[in-house]
């Protein structure tokens, strides 16, 4: 059973647009919302994290939306460059354990 | 600036074979994780310890064992390989458990069971 759900599996962007993939979860007792991004041949990094008791987070071209009430969260990449081009991971943090969305490929065209 | 370091990289194992995926960490951290990556299905949680000498399952520990014996080291033993653990590894490691403790990953290790 997949814990957190994400979408859409693979994604194609152009250069200065803006990726937006989506997450959604079940459990409330999730505490701690992180993206994950990885290279090809890399391990997962992490990107940028929200509590569930902010609506919003910002750093930089990459915006964490959550919706509590809605149990869904979305990372927002502005300007996408060519070197965003990765897969990125959502993920929910319960007791000793990051459930992690199933990934989501982009790819930004130049 | 090494942090997570896993070895080794690559590796071909026959059905029925054994082996240990090394991990060290030299960031002191307390909590270390062994995650692995199968296509599609993001990451899943193998096993993970909370400080030296303690040692947790995870969603899919079934065919696998670690051990913590100081703070730097979690090995991941394999016993008996299955065509089912064709994976890519993952080692982790955090300073704490506690929400907002960033978790970092090793670069993994390849895993094909023939």
């Known amino acids: 059973q997949q814990q957190v759900k994400q979408s859409p599996q693979s994604l194609i962007v152009q250069k200065g647009g803006i990726s937006i993939i989506n997450c959604a979860y079940e459990?409330?007792?999730?505490?701690?919302f992180p993206w994950y991004q990885q290279f090809p041949g890399k391990g997962p990094a992490l990107l940028i994290a929200?509590?569930?008791?902010?609506s919003e987070k910002k750093e930089g071209r990459f915006t964490i939306s959550f919706n509590k009430s809605a149990k869904q969260f979305s990372l927002h990449i502005m300007d996408s460059q060519p070197g965003d081009s990765a897969t990125y991971f959502c993920?929910?943090?319960?007791?000793?354990?990051?459930?992690f969305g199933t990934g989501t490929r982009l790819t930004v065209i130049p | 600036n090494a942090g997570v370091t896993q070895t080794p990289k690559f590796r071909i194992l026959k059905i029925g074979q054994s082996m240990t995926l090394q991990c060290a960490q030299d960031?002191?951290?307390?909590?270390m994780y062994w995650y692995r990556q199968d296509p599609g299905m993001g990451l899943k949680l193998i096993y993970y310890?909370?400080?030296?000498?303690?040692?947790d399952k995870g969603e899919v520990p079934n065919g696998y064992n670690v051990s913590r014996s100081t703070t730097e080291d979690f090995p991941l033993r394999l016993e008996l390989a299955a065509p089912s653990q064709t994976s890519v590894y993952f080692c982790?490691?955090?300073?704490?458990?506690?929400?907002?403790?960033?978790?970092?990953f090793g670069e993994g290790s390849w895993l094909t069971v023939v």
């Open positions: 459990n409330t007792a999730f505490d701690y």
């Open positions: 929200i509590r569930p008791d902010v």
């Open positions: 310890s909370v400080g030296a000498g303690i040692t």
């Open positions: 960031m002191n951290h307390n909590y």
């Open positions: 993920a929910a943090k319960g007791t000793n354990n990051l459930f």
């Open positions: 982790a490691s955090s300073l704490t458990g506690s929400s907002g403790n960033t978790i970092y």
